[in-house]
């Protein structure tokens, strides 16, 4: 059974990136464009999430939503990589509890390291 990766970004390009690599490698991946609620999270079950910062025409940005989830007992342990090219993203995906970030642009190869560290 392919492990299961949410994207969560307000770019679809990125999305359609994403998806076409991701699924190139195996993994079943979910996109959205926003915010998801937390109960819609835990009903799709990834295994990880990749979530940007900035989500223009959302309720709430990356670092809300990561808090959300690491302050759920129910989808807390899903590892949350945060994506953003903010100049202090470090401090923000720790402030979020994030599990770790991935600063945009990045090489997909850097981004296939860091999901298997996770999965």
Not at 39 to 61: F, H, Q, V, Y
Not at 72 to 99: G, N, Y
């Amino acid at each position: 059974m392919a492990s299961k990766i949410l994207v969560i970004d307000d770019d679809p390009d990125i999305n359609a990136i994403l998806e076409m690599v991701l699924k190139d490698k195996g993994y079943e991946v979910y996109c959205s464009l926003t915010s998801l609620p937390i109960r819609e999270i835990a009903d799709i079950k990834p295994e990880l999430i990749l979530l940007d910062l900035r989500l223009t025409g959302s309720d709430r940005n990356g670092d809300v939503i990561c808090k959300d989830i690491k302050n759920d007992e129910v989808i807390e342990q899903i590892p949350v990589i945060i994506m953003s090219a903010e100049f202090d993203i470090a401090k923000i995906a720790s402030d979020c509890h994030a599990d770790n970030f991935l600063p945009k642009p990045f090489e997909i190869e850097n981004l296939y390291k860091m999901i298997e560290h996770y999965i």
